[in-house]
């Protein structure tokens, strides 16, 4: 049975914490700034001694995992190195998207097997990151020890690898943050011309998940450009300067935006083969009239 410890007991710490043990890895130890969140993070695992000495909690584990905060995870890595908390062997992950494994450096000289091991999943708490990691895909980088037990990791919780060269990093985590930050502020877009049209927000979101989750099936069953739909896609000139000219009227501050996206998607459009370069220019010309706050 390895034994985990886990520094930063955060959503991610807790969940993976938790996560191990039901597939029969041993938590044997929280730590993390504070001692209360280490303290939170015990009672959902379920076991673990808690500290706020991060050497001291790694230094009790084969399987180590780094799940500070972006920012801390080198200082909090150096920290552990410094205070001989890492034996020969011991596995060390960090689980950010943005960084390689060469953050854990100090860990690799003091003997250590170090990989980054990047759940491709929002987590934003630790009851609903439970059930979303279960089945996720992970992206995995580092030294070919470390990433065998990755592997296995990957392996239990039900999991599927994407592995990555360690300078493609910034890319995919900038790829995965469009794909899911960017799609929440889309929403966030389409919720405030609800309100400028007079639907309160609660509503507005009542009525548009259905067609959000359509969406998203449909991408899920046809893929991109297929799934795309609406006025663009079709070519439909008189309705995208209809929407043009509402939003520089009612909301002139998101037209710019608007016309970016609506650029891209006429890019899609193409691709869908729904849009012929003809309707494609009158579109582009019309986003870039508005687009550029010229009416
Ligand atoms: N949330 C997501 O959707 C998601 C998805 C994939 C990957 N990740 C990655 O997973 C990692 C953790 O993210 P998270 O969402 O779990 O963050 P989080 O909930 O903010 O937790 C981070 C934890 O790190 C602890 N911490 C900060 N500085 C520390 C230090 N110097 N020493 C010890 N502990 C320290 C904090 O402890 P205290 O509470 O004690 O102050 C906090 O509980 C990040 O690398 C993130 O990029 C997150």
């Keep these: 049975m390895h034994k985990v410890s886990i520094i930063g007991a955060g959503v991610v710490g807790t969940a993976i914490g938790y996560l191990l043990k039901q597939v029969g890895y041993s938590i044997v130890g929280i730590a993390s700034k504070t001692i209360e969140s280490a303290r939170k993070a015990k009672e959902f695992i379920g076991s673990g001694i808690t500290s706020t000495d991060l050497g001291a ?176 896609s079709r070519g439909d000139t008189t309705v995208v300067e209809d929407h043009l000219k509402a939003i520089s009227k009612e909301k002139n501050g998101l037209i710019n935006l608007y016309s970016e996206l609506g650029r891209y998607t006429v890019k899609v459009a193409i691709e869908k083969g729904t849009l012929n370069d003809k309707a494609a220019q009158r579109i582009r010309s019309l986003l870039n009239k508005y687009g550029k706050g010229l009416c």
Excluded at 72 to 89: H, L, M, P, T, W
Excluded at 115 to 129: C, G, W
Excluded at 168 to 186: I, M, Q, R
């Design 57 to 232: 909690t790694a230094r009790k584990a084969d399987i180590v995992f780094i799940t500070t905060s972006d920012r801390a995870i080198e200082v909090a890595c150096n920290k552990i190195a410094s205070d001989k908390g890492f034996k020969r062997g011991t596995v060390v992950f960090h689980t950010c998207g943005a960084l390689s494994s060469e953050v854990l450096r100090s860990a690799r000289n003091n003997g250590a097997k170090t990989a980054s091991l990047h759940p491709l999943q929002s987590l934003a708490n630790v009851n609903e990151a439970v059930k979303n990691l279960h089945g996720s895909y992970f992206c995995i980088e580092g030294d070919e020890d470390a990433l065998i037990v990755a592997r296995e990791i990957i392996a239990a919780l039900k999991g599927k690898e994407i592995t990555l060269r360690v300078d493609k990093k910034p890319l995919y985590h900038a790829g995965a943050s469009v794909a899911s930050n960017f799609l929440v502020a889309t929403v966030g877009f389409g919720l405030e011309l609800f309100e400028a049209a007079g639907i309160n927000r609660q509503d507005a979101l009542n009525a548009l998940m259905p067609l959000i989750k359509g969406t998203v099936k449909n991408i899920e069953a046809i893929g991109i450009p297929l799934a795309l739909t609406g006025p663009i």
